[in-house]
């Protein structure tokens, strides 16, 4: 695993260092703006204690959100991206920062702050000469504790197309890529502890005063200031080039190699720049809001999950009313779906090829004969959903002889070894591509269709002309023995999805 | 003589609890005045009704003849020293911030004055100059108290308020400091509110002795009539056995 882990970062390490760099910005602006805000709050609860007790409560309440509901809140507002990881960690960041600042201030001996008002100092004065550099060694020891944990807390910042080490985590994850979980885990951890030690020396350096101690802890302080206005500043100036499309996809291995098939093609026949956010969380219900709104300008999507999810008509989708879904997109959405790849990611009923082969078995219809002889395999859910098994058995006329619950990647080793005879799987799944076994027609159309394509907003289409035609030209190109082929590249023979992209490209020849 | 600091029938409780009753009194300009009575007398709200950080329930505290209410407080607090018990020099500054705070506050620009207003003070009060980068947790409780004194008086104020500032440091240390503080009044000629609960302290200072008890004058006068003629029971047995020394 080590050996695996160390050929990936090596052989990939301007990847892996640029989302190490985009980890760091998300955090250090997160950071900065949580020292000010949570600062700035911390003093005037100090100043004003009665407001204290409701202001700390308040905080401590969205401390206590989880995660992930918190993203979830914050998408409708500030949409997909590194503004809304860094609102999050931003929220997260500033209890304890509030805290510190508060009880740091609040145990500064009575004494001394009597003393300092009977000398005649202001309000204001007693803060900045007395209250805040003694109460400073609580608050860095704030400082340094939320700084490492916005740094961990940063690596869920991908789920929402955000940035950083999560990508890797989360791309890990979704093509089965353990290495590149572990790769990018183990880079924040060492993120963390490397911001811990640097700031654990810093505190120590503001604990020491001989008069160079003073220099250095000036010098350093105005490093300190010079490097967050910097993060600020590189982070609000460079806001979206013009000539950019911006590609959204799902977070599923086949959409990770449509993305990169995307970005290839249109960086190699147009001027324009691609900003890919692959596998965004939530797929469809997080990217459609961000379509709608203009963060995105593309995204590979399905038709059923079309008509269903974005549409929210019901009902069974068939291919049939295509036409129809078109021009709701257009109406509605000024959207457009534009490049049908070919492929129908659906569900689909197999046996094994040597049942298929021994009963002649070539749709689900010729199934129901058998079935009484089968044992019938799936995931647990699929026996409890509503248009799992009961439905399929009511719609074919099956009765299996028995039926067993598989975790979801054990089923086509269970299929192999003959403990089960039939089971479902989706149309393209990698593994797919190299089991023995054989998919049935769904010839009385009990999946919905689920053919993939691009949806695209009109306003890009209009601009640049280009586009379309480059879409276009992938009508009808990927079969799903094509995509299955694909997707088990990456899952099962760890190959990159850039790498399967361009292979194909090339096969089709598509490639410059 | 002129008038420093008068108090007009000042009342001052806490809840239930009455500290100053009916206070009427008066201060001359350059007396040094110790403040003496038991614990709880109302000696220290006393002083501090004089830099206004606490204000009478009723009547009125006139510094050189204006109502403190009416005062600009941070400006009357700027022109009046303040040193108070124990050690509450400023823990994160060195000798000389700590003594150039006032001066600090009043001239920001003029560096040159502010230390050579330290220097000076650091001289008068007895402090070697090689203390000035040293924090007050790197110096002798005596050298503490020194810097308090050189602090507040720093600014050259009119006034000087002094509560119970010696009351950490060793006899031996504590003697030195009187002798100091002494001496620094001769050469000043400021007025001096200074409280203490040592008796001997109170006599051997002041120019003038208040005996205070519950929230209501007992004598004011000078150490000698103080030992002659006590005025009233309370002052008798507080200075019955320094009569009995002396």
Known sequence: MLQTMWTLFTGRTGFFLGLLGEHLKISLIAIAIAILLGGAVGILISEFQRSAKPTLSVINFLYTIPSISMLGFLIPFSGIGNATA???????????????????????????????????????????????????????????????????????????????????????????????????????????????????????????????????????????????????????????????????????????????????????????????????????????PAMESGEFDLYPEYTGTGWNMVLKEDGLYTEDLFDKMQQAYNDTLDMRWVGMYGFNNTFGLVVRREIAEQYGLETCSDLAAVAGQLTFGAEYDFFEREDG?????????????????????????????????????????????????????????????????????????????????????LTGSITDEDMACMNYAVEGEGQEPRAVAEGFLRRINRLK | MKTAIEFQRVTKAYGSKVVLDGFHWAVEKGAFVTIIGSSGCGKTTALKMVNGLISPDAGDVLVNGESVKSHDLIGLRRNIGYAIQGSVLFPHMTVEQNIAYVPNLLNKRDKARTKAAVEKWMGIVGLDAELKPRYPDELSGGQQQRVGIARALAASPEILLMDEPFGAVDEITRGQLQIELRRIYEQTQITVLFVTHDIAEALNLGTMVLVMDEGKIQQYAPPSELLQAPATPFVKRLVERERQIR
Not at chain 1, 434 to 452: H, I, N, Q, R, T
Request: with cysteine.
């Open chain 1, 389 to 473: 098994y009961d439905a399929l058995c009511a719609a074919y006329g099956l009765g299996f002889k028995k039926t067993v619950d598989l975790d979801i990647g054990l089923k086509y080793q269970a299929i192999d070894q003959g403990k089960i005879d039939a089971m479902v799987i989706f149309t393209t799944d990698g593994q797919l591509s190299v089991a023995d076994v054989k998919v049935l027609e769904d010839d009385k159309g009990f999946y919905p269709s689920y053919l993939c394509g691009n949806v695209v907003r009109n306003g890009v289409l209009e601009q640049y002309p280009a586009l379309e035609s480059i879409l276009q030209s």
């Open chain 1, 86 to 288: 860094v609102i999050a960690l931003t929220v997260y960041a500033l209890l304890p920062m509030v805290r510190n600042t508060h009880t740091g201030i609040a145990n500064v001996d009575p004494a001394i702050l009597e003393a300092a008002e009977g000398m005649g100092s202001t309000r204001l004065q007693i803060l900045w000469k007395v209250k805040l550099p003694l109460a400073m060694p609580v608050i860095m020891s704030g400082i340094r504790s939320m700084a490492t944990m916005t740094i961990a807390l940063a690596g869920i910042a991908s789920f929402i197309g955000a940035g950083g080490l999560g990508v890797a985590i989360y791309r890990g994850i979704t093509t089965n890529n353990a290495a590149m979980t572990m790769v990018g885990s183990l880079l924040i951890a060492l993120l963390a502890l490397l911001v811990d030690a640097l700031l654990g020396f810093v505190e120590k350096r503001m604990r020491r005063r001989s008069a160079g101690a003073k220099r250095a802890k000036r010098a350093l302080a105005v490093l300190a200031v010079l490097v967050c206005a910097g993060i600020v500043v590189t982070a609000i100036l460079p806001g979206r080039h013009k000539d950019t499309i911006h590609i959204a996809t799902k977070p599923m291995t086949e959409q990770y190699i449509l993305g990169e098939m995307l970005d290839i093609l249109i960086e190699q026949d147009t001027d324009l720049n691609v900003e890919l956010t692959q596998g965004v969380g939530g797929g469809t219900s997080n990217i459609q």
